[in-house]
């Protein structure tokens, strides 16, 4: 590219950034939308391509005399990423490359989530275990993206709830390990990021993503980003009082919504009316054995018809759509997406959310909400953290332009 300056840097990555959000662009069409001259943009795709970021191909004459349009995008093979989606009992990891196309995908058992360093060692351990496993290169990874539950630090690469270090950050100590950059995010957030990459959200700027996993969390998008508030905390919906001096929650208060609506609290639910004697599908599937039974089983007895298990969600359903009210009175959003694994039961949660958070919004605002299961299941978190990193391989703002002077 000859001489490097610090403008054609930013040049460079703006190109590259808009060819990710793009796919397939012409040259010209890339000067239009990036406002850099047609020879600039030319010189900088010839530099791209002998870097391997890029290929072109020639695209269809719009004109018997002109010649044939080049079009570029981006070079899938030019590298990849890892995103881990990091659960209570669940971990999803993805790798995909820099056209978003999925090379792997996993799904394996969580160890018990806390903040011992052992946590450090198997999660080295599983992302190189999904790199061997894809055939993959490791001096072609180009980050790695980490969605953890809690309250997360992200913009420090900090867990606060779990994967607590103290002075180093759990990003810090990832890096050191892979010596690339890693991106921490907080669970509810990161499966917002992946739906509105790849999800529900790809058409819409406001919207309330729900998480009903082990816990509950809430993943705002205002305009088409994640609104975070002052320290990154925001979305902390599970933690709303829903019954007052009601059932003490692991926060420490009373009557959070968690406690009567998250996966955790289906589980409890389920386990106690059946130590009471009633009946149900779940019973036979884990052959008597209470201890087996979770929302996700739960989730999955319902869509068998279980009238017990339907039943169980659609009151978890109902504390939902009481706590999704006061919401949309707030966000007037124009969209809601639930996801998380107790998502897999469909309408038996989807309906009493959506008809108890209409009964109890304005009508102004509640009428217009479109209420939706996601389109990704267990995947959105691990895609969302994914995406995060590919798209700060190209981020503009974090370059110092002095640096390349």
């Known amino acids: 590219m000859g001489k490097v300056t610090a403008k054609n840097i930013i040049r460079r990555n703006r190109i590259l950034r808009l060819l990710l959000e793009e796919g397939k662009l012409s040259l010209t069409e890339i000067s239009k939308r990036t406002g850099i001259s047609l020879p600039m943009v030319s010189k900088l795709i010839n530099s791209l391509k002998k870097e391997k970021f890029i290929r072109t191909e020639e695209g269809a004459r719009t004109d018997r005399a002109g010649r044939p349009p080049i079009i570029a995008q981006l070079n899938g093979d030019a590298g990849y990423v890892v995103g881990i989606d990091l659960g209570h009992r669940n971990t999803n990891i993805i790798i995909m490359n820099l056209r978003q196309k999925v090379i792997l995908e996993k799904h394996i058992a969580s160890l018990s989530l806390g903040s011992d360093p052992a946590l450090i060692e198997w999660l080295v351990k599983i992302t190189e275990e999904a790199i061997d496993e894809a055939v993959l290169a490791r001096k072609d990874l180009f980050g790695i993206g980490l969605s953890i539950p809690g309250i997360v630090r992200g913009r420090e690469g900090r867990g606060i709830t779990y994967l607590n270090f103290g002075e180093r950050t759990v990003a810090q100590l990832l890096q050191e390990r892979f010596n690339k950059p890693v991106h921490i995010e907080h669970d509810a957030k990161a499966m917002a990021l992946g739906e509105r990459w790849f999800g529900a959200a790809r058409s819409a700027n406001n919207v309330l993503v729900l998480n009903v996993g082990w816990g509950l969390g809430l993943g705002i998008l205002i305009d088409g980003k994640i609104y975070y508030g002052r320290d990154g905390y925001a979305g902390e919906f599970g933690h709303i009082q829903i019954i007052r001096d009601g059932e003490l929650c692991e926060c420490g208060k009373y009557g959070c919504l968690e406690t009567v609506a998250s996966g955790k609290a289906i ?90 958070a209409m009964k109890l919004s304005l009508i102004q605002l509640g009428s217009v909400v479109d209420f939706t299961i996601s389109e990704l299941g267990v995947n959105a978190g691990a895609l969302g953290v994914a995406m995060l990193a590919t798209r700060d391989i190209f981020e503009v703002e974090h370059l110092n332009p002095t640096a390349y002077v």
Do not use: H, M, W
């Open 267 to 356: 589980g409890k639910r389920a386990k106690e009316k059946l130590a009471l004697g009633q009946n149900s599908k779940l019973l036979q599937i884990c052959n008597g054995d209470l201890s087996r039974i979770d929302a996700e089983l739960v989730a999955k007895t319902a869509l068998t018809g279980d009238k017990f298990s339907i039943e169980i969600l659609e009151e978890a359903g109902r504390y939902l759509g009481e706590g999704l009210a006061q919401l949309i009175n707030l966000f007037n959003p124009e969209k809601i997406i639930i996801g998380g694994r107790v998502s897999q039961a469909g309408q038996f949660i989807l309906d009493s959310v959506r008809s108890t």
